[in-house]
């Protein structure tokens, strides 16, 4: 099953996707992930990314499609893949298809996760993630117990970068002019369906298996 999960930054896109890549048992691929990696690592992708990223602007698709041609390439992908941010512009979405093709492949399902902008600043700019183990938190929906620390391994929580409110408006900014036109390219090809991506995780949860029902459990 190879699905792309499409919205906005704050969507829910990577809550959703690992769920999915739970069930399916199929790779999540996030290039925001993998990016962030190569930051962190300080690779000579990382590095040349991080200037991108702490804009709020796009990293070149040179950079990401190949990261995704060599993700996709992996054994793990054979079965099936979650795409979650990846494609982000109709330049992606061409090489996409084009790596697709020469492999005997096709994107089968395109879920366009739809929040409003208010919404999308109110969920990012609370957004923090633990230093130690990862694990998200919101400042207002889902705040640790104790200020700052995480309730699993008692780490220090941070906010991304990139999560901050002047930079997430620069973020919806480059999605509306650069990735929403993915949702008509989607549309034209008769793959995409768009659910409302306000709810508990678990209620947009089964609205995707909705959609993706009856394709395999
Ligand atoms: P995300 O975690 O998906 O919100 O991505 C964080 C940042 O990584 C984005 O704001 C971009 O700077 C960069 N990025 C992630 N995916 C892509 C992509 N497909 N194309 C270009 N830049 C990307």
Same mark, same amino acid.
């Given at each position: 099953?190879?699905?792309?999960?499409?919205?906005?930054?704050?969507?829910?896109?990577?809550?959703?996707?690992?769920?999915?890549?739970?069930? !399916?048992?199929?790779?999540?691929?996030?290039?925001?992930?993998?990016?962030?990696?190569?930051?962190?690592?300080?690779?000579?992708?990382?590095?040349?990314?991080?200037?991108?990223?702490?804009?709020?602007?796009?990293?070149?698709?040179? $950079?990401?499609?190949?990261?995704?041609?060599?993700?996709?390439?992996?054994?793990?992908? !054979?079965?099936?893949?979650?795409?979650?941010? !990846?494609?982000?512009?109709?330049?992606?979405?061409?090489?996409?298809?084009?790596?697709?093709?020469?492999?005997?492949?096709?994107?089968?399902?395109?879920?366009? $996760?739809?929040?409003?902008?208010?919404?999308?600043?109110?969920?990012?700019?609370?957004?923090?993630?633990?230093?130690?183990?990862?694990?998200?938190?919101?400042? $207002? !929906?889902?705040?640790?117990?104790?200020?700052?620390?995480?309730?699993?391994?008692?780490?220090?929580?941070?906010?991304?970068?990139?999560?901050?409110?002047?930079?997430?408006?620069?973020?919806?900014?480059?999605?509306?002019?650069?990735?929403?036109?993915?949702?008509?390219?989607?549309?034209?090809?008769?793959?995409?369906?768009?659910?409302?991506?306000?709810?508990?995780?678990?209620?947009?949860?089964?609205?995707?298996?909705?959609?993706?029902?009856?394709?395999?459990?």
């Amino acid at each position: 099953m190879n699905i792309i999960l499409l919205g906005p930054p704050g969507a829910g896109k990577g809550t959703q996707a690992k769920i999915l890549a739970k069930k !399916f048992k199929i790779p999540q691929i996030s290039t925001g992930d993998i990016l962030r990696g190569a930051v962190k690592d300080q690779t000579p992708m990382g590095i040349k990314a991080k200037g991108f990223m702490d804009a709020g602007a796009l990293v070149p698709d040179s $950079v990401v499609v190949g990261i995704v041609e060599e993700r996709l390439a992996k054994e793990d992908c !054979f079965d099936g893949f979650i795409l979650d941010g !990846f494609p982000r512009t109709v330049a992606q979405a061409d090489a996409l298809k084009e790596m697709l093709v020469s492999h005997g492949k096709a994107v089968e399902h395109v879920i366009s $996760v739809d929040v409003n902008k208010e919404e999308l600043l109110q969920r990012i700019t609370g957004r923090r993630t633990c230093k130690g183990c990862g694990r998200g938190y919101h400042t $207002v !929906f889902d705040p640790p117990r104790v200020d700052d620390k995480c309730d699993e391994c008692g780490d220090g929580l941070y906010q991304r970068d990139d999560d901050s409110e002047e930079t997430m408006r620069k973020r919806l900014d480059v999605y509306e002019e650069q990735t929403a036109p993915l949702v008509t390219y989607y549309s034209n090809e008769s793959l995409l369906r768009s659910i409302r991506g306000t709810g508990s995780i678990e209620e947009i949860q089964q609205a995707i298996l909705r959609i993706l029902e009856g394709v395999r459990e």
